[in-house]
C-alpha cells in the first residue's frame, strides 16, 4: 500500500508551492549568526537532496519561513529510471552522505541481487526515493538535523522546535 503526503503535488501542476514556518519552543532560543547560517546551509542541503525548491526563505532568531516548491514527484523521479538508474541514484545520494555509506549499501544491494533477492534490493531502493518531493519529511529532517548540531553546539537536550510546522499552500490565479 502507498501512502502519500498532504504536501505531495498530485494535481496537473507541475509543483505547488508553500509558505513553511516554524518557531523554537516557547520562542526562547535565540539564534545567532553562526547558528542562523548553519539553519541556512542544512535548508539548502535538504532542499537539494528531497528535490525541493527553496525559492526564498526568512532565518529569525526563533523561527524560520520558507517558501518551498514542491515537484510533483512521479516527474522528478524519473531521472532514476533506465539502466542506469541506480547509478545515478547512487550520484544524488551523495549529496547527504559518506563514500563509506554509500559503498557499504552498493555492496548491500549486489549481495541481495546475487542471492536472488531482487526484490528487497528494489524496496530497498524505494525506500531512498520516498524521501524525495515530500515537503513533511524534507521540513522534518531540517529540523531534526538542525536540532542535533545546535543541541551539541550548546551542550543543550531535548526539543528544540515547537510543533511540527506550519505550513499554507501559495495559490495564485491560472
Known amino acids: 500500500m502507498q501512502f502519500s503526503s498532504p504536501f505531495t503535488p498530485r494535481g ?9 514556518m516554524s518557531r ?16 541556512r546551509r542544512v535548508i539548502w542541503r535538504m532542499a537539494e537532496f528531497s528535490g525541493i525548491k527553496v525559492v526564498t526563505y526568512c532565518l529569525m532568531k526563533n523561527h ?10 512521479e516527474m522528478w523521479l524519473q531521472r532514476f529510471e533506465g539502466p542506469d538508474g541506480e547509478a545515478k541514484l547512487m550520484e544524488h545520494l551523495r549529496i547527504l552522505y559518506s ?34 518531493c515530500d515537503l513533511s519529511l524534507f521540513v522534518k529532517e531540517v529540523k531534526e538535523r ?24 501559495v495559490e495564485g490565479k491560472g
Open 146 to 169: 538542525f536540532s542535533r548540531w545546535f543541541n551539541k553546539r550548546s551542550g543543550r537536550k531535548g526539543t528544540l522546535w515547537m510543533d511540527r510546522f506550519k505550513s499554507v499552500l
Open 24 to 39: 523554537t519552543c516557547g520562542g526562547e532560543v535565540l539564534f545567532d549568526e553562526v547558528e542562523k547560517e548553519a539553519l
Open 99 to 132: 563514500r563509506t555509506y554509500l559503498g557499504f549499501l552498493s555492496d548491500e544491494l549486489k549481495d541481495l541481487r546475487a542471492r536472488g533477492m531482487t526484490m528487497l534490493a528494489e524496496r530497498r531502493n524505494e525506500g531512498l526515493k520516498k524521501r524525495f
Open 64 to 73: 524560520f519561513h520558507l517558501l518551498a516548491e514542491v515537484p510533483r514527484r
Open 12 to 20: 496537473a501542476l507541475e509543483s505547488y508551492c508553500y509558505h513553511v
